[in-house]
Structure formats: C-alpha cells, structure tokens
C-alpha cells in the first residue's frame, strides 16, 4: 500500500469544512451559528499567520490541545493523565495561561482542545476563554461541575463547546467512573438542550464497549438529548493492565463506515480518531496538525507521548514551536504512520526518547557554542 503523505492543505480543508459542517448542524441556533460564522473568518485570518511564519521557518500548527491540570474529582480506571501526571504540583497559574493564550492567537493557532484532569477544576478558565472570542475551546470534562451557573455563562460564551464524556449507559459509564455519574452528566445535557446550548460528547472506544458506543440506539438517544457533536476516540493504553482493552482489527475496521452512516443519517458531527487523521495523510502530532501543552507547560508532540526539549513558562511559545525535538520527529516518515492501533509515539517510545536525547544534546551543544563563539559548532 502507498503511503499517503500528510498535507497542511488537506489539513487547513478539512478544519474548514468541520466548522462548515457545525454552522449547518447549528443553523436553528442564530446566537451559535453566528460563532460558527466568526470561526470561519477566523480560520482564514490564522491561517495567513501560519504561511508568513512557516515561510521563515516555523511550525505552527492550527490546533493546540491543553491539559490545562492534573486535578480531577474522578478516578477513572485507565486514565491515561493519571499514569503520566498522579500529581497536580507545579501547574501554570492563570496569567501564565492567558499569556500562552495571546500568543497562540497571534501566532494563528485555530483553535483549543482543553483537557485534564478534569478542566473546570480550574474555574478561572472560563474569564480566559471569554476574552478570546473567535477562538472556539472545545473542553472535554466530565460533566460532574457543569451546574445552572456554569450553563448561564455557556449561554454568553458560545465559543465554548463541552464535551461530556461517556463510557457507554449507567452500567458502562458508572463502572469506569463512579456511581451517579451517568445520571449527573444526562441531567446536565438535558439542561444544556433546553437553554439551546451546543456541546458535543467524548467517546473512548475499547473493546468492552464497542458495540454499546456504536450502537444505533445509543447514538439516537444522545441526540434526542441534545447532542451536536460525536467524538469517538480509539483507547490507547499507557500502562500493562489495561493493554486488553485495544479494539480488535474487526472493530478498528469498521468504524470508517459507521462514520459515513452516522453522517447522513443524524443531524450531529461525527469525528472518530485516528481514523480521520488518514485523510490529512496520517499522525497530526509534533506540530504537523497539533501540539500538546502539559499542566506544567511542557509541549509535547501528543497527550499520549509525555515527551518534551521545551516548556512554554520560561519562552514564548513563537520559541517553543521550533523545538529540535518536534522538527527531528516530523522528519520521519515511519513516526506519522498507520499502527493498527494506538498512538505510534507510544508504540514507538524507545525510538521517540533516542531522538529526544539526540535533541537535548544538541541544544546543549549550541548553549555551549553561545557561551565560547570560539568552538566549532
């Protein structure tokens, strides 16, 4: 089989048609079509910063996910924050956050995928987020805090789109995440439905509940709630216990097609990854398509990969994006392909930790050269 080259083109197409495709879904809602709207205009504003800048040089990329804190009111089996990060010391402060906020916007990152932990842990993130109104936020919570306030200030900040995560029914979602929860995050859908809210649902796929997630009447009952926006997610292991979770190949294989059958059949946005990075021609990460930024500012190529040569506190992030380590990743082919399942910097860790030595030393190399301009570089 041809390997299919990934293209920033393909790339800054499919983000468009994305917010097309939401300003369609959010037609009834004027207040949400017009953010919609704004996003659009946006995204071409972002994406001529993108071109000056990769015309010197740098790589920015249109999409920034943020686990903005390691806190969280759950402890979810299998959490993949947790077995990188069991504490929430050290993490940015708001003005460091809305620091690295301005400088994406000025930069042309497109718009935020904020994570945790559990992001409204941090409250103040919200005050950010009002002040960045073309910038769409897309926040996946667990929905344990969206309560009638914090619904009131989604009804003034439509560029915040919640995404409420679900593991299957009560029986699915309460064993993984604690009794009640199921119930909780229904209420505060069925809240958000009745204040014309736009807000969307995250979906880890494994393959215990598989058939569950995909499965016809689940799909109906989330939109009949509400629901505008689907994003399944392929589980990726971090840890031995829970390696028997990954899909099986007949799973992997057939969630293209239920895509395509979602999509003409329900009035909601469906995204499924990795799948739909094999249109963009593969892995997105290391700045290809998105970067990470961890809650104590290290930016990695991929929440899965807690890999990192910079920290966004102590330099900008216009210097951050020009790590050595992302441009030595992007530089193999054999790092943005097809695994079969499961993040390929994962798989591919020893790989992934020789480059970021390599990279280290070479930082280290130039640090030197700076201090005596009269070694060789």
């Known amino acids: 089989m041809k390997e299919k080259k990934f293209h920033p083109a393909v790339l800054k197409r499919s983000l468009s048609v994305f917010f097309k495709d939401a300003l369609r879904v959010a037609f009834t809602n004027p207040s949400q079509a017009l953010v919609f709207l704004r996003t659009l205009i946006w995204l071409k504003r972002a994406s001529k910063k993108r071109e000056v800048l990769k015309a010197q040089g740098i790589e920015v990329p249109p999409i920034i996910i943020w686990s903005i804190t390691n806190q969280c009111n759950l402890q979810c089996e299998g959490c993949y924050n947790q077995s990188f990060f069991p504490d929430s010391k050290e993490e940015m402060e708001e003005s460091e956050i809305r620091r690295i906020t301005q400088e994406a916007r000025d930069l042309g990152v497109s718009f935020f995928v904020l994570a945790g932990g559990e992001p409204f842990m941090k409250p103040e993130i919200l005050n950010i ?25 989604f009804k003034k900040q439509r560029n915040v789109v919640p995404l409420l995560s679900l593991e299957g029914y009560a029986e699915e979602t309460d064993k993984r995440r604690g009794t009640g929860t199921y119930e909780t995050i229904v209420t505060a859908m069925k809240k958000m439905k009745r204040n014309h809210l736009f807000f969307g649902t995250s979906l880890t796929l494994t393959r215990s509940n598989f058939q569950v997630l995909t499965g016809e009447p689940f799909i109906k009952r989330l939109t009949s709630s509400g629901c505008k926006f689907f994003l399944f997610i392929e589980y990726t ?25 979602y999509r003409s059949k329900h009035p909601a946005l469906f995204i499924a ?18 970067v990470h930024i961890n809650a104590r500012g290290d930016l990695e190529p991929c929440p899965f990969a807690p890999f990192s040569d910079v920290n966004v506190r102590d330099r900008s992030l216009k210097t951050a994006f ?16 097809e695994t079969g399942g499961g993040c390929v910097l994962w798989k591919e860790k020893e790989l992934v930790l020789s480059i970021l030595q390599q990279a280290n030393d070479r930082s280290a190399e130039q640090e030197r050269s700076k201090e005596n301009p009269h070694m060789s570089p």
């Open 237 to 261: 292991p971090t840890c031995a216990e829970t390696e028997h979770w990954v899909l099986t190949r007949e799973q992997r294989e057939m969630v293209t097609g239920l895509m395509k059958s």
């Open 273 to 290: 990854v990795p799948w739909d990075e094999d249109d963009v021609g593969g892995c997105l990460s290391a700045g290809r398509g998105f």
């Open 129 to 153: 987020m009002k002040d960045f109104p073309e910038i769409i936020f897309m926040v996946f919570t667990n929905g344990l805090l969206v309560n009638d306030e914090m619904i009131s200030r």
């Open 322 to 337: 020009q790590s050595e380590f992302f441009k030595r990743i992007r530089q193999l082919p054999e790092l943005s392909r």
